[in-house]
């Protein structure tokens, strides 16, 4: 894979990162730990504020192995996840039904869709299904560009859909995991199609 040097916007979330990582491992642990108490019974946007700060403390926290080292206990409500030993933060984003459920840790694949409820699978197959094609306009090749009609018109009406396919999954699909887990993130915006947070709606 080739190096790809840091976004301006990646360099700026590594220097907010940098309060945690002067944290003592016990500091660091209690946090994370009491964080997620206040995470607990909400499906949380991915841009909220909140969950953006606890992602930076966990990146460190898994880095250092924090849980490994038991030095907090986490609310009840959430398990140990099988890949990195953390408690079970699950992400919901488009890519579900081929990726399955994020780990906000590690962002390893904390649960496959194979391993998802058949009643929760129900939810998401057909709601991914209908995004893939949206999505896939963001990355039309020159030939499909070129096609009658007009590409900027298509984009705009994709990037439209998008919103409203976030905001379901928002709104629908995430609050319904709660009764698996202590809590879950919800992917709400797309890059590719140029969708920002502030433009999906509840």
Not at 19 to 26: A, N, P, T
Not at 162 to 185: M, N, S, T, W
């Amino acid at each position: 894979m080739a190096f790809a040097p840091e976004s301006p916007l990646d360099s700026l979330w590594t220097e907010y990162g940098r309060v945690f990582q002067s944290w003592d491992d016990h500091t660091l642990a209690r946090w994370l730990a009491q964080t997620l108490g206040q995470l607990e019974g909400r499906a949380w946007r991915l841009s909220h504020p909140l969950v953006g700060t606890y992602r930076l403390a966990a990146q460190v926290g898994h880095s250092r192995q924090i849980w490994f080292k038991r030095l907090a206990t986490p609310p009840a409500a959430y398990v140990e996840a099988a890949c990195c030993r953390a408690p079970m933060l699950p992400m919901l984003t488009r890519d579900a039904r081929t990726e399955g459920l994020i780990c906000l840790h590690c962002n390893e694949v904390l649960v496959p869709f194979d391993e998802i409820s058949s009643e929760l699978k129900a939810l998401i197959e057909p709601w991914a299904g209908n995004y893939e094609p949206v999505h896939a306009v963001a990355h039309w090749d020159d030939r499909q560009r070129k096609r009658p009609g007009n590409y900027d018109a298509a984009f705009e009406s994709a990037a439209r859909e998008a919103e409203k396919l976030l905001a379901f999954g928002g709104q629908q699909l995430a609050p319904r995991f709660l009764d698996v887990y202590g809590a879950i993130v919800w992917e709400d915006q797309d890059e590719c199609l140029e969708v920002r947070p502030e433009d999906v709606r509840l």
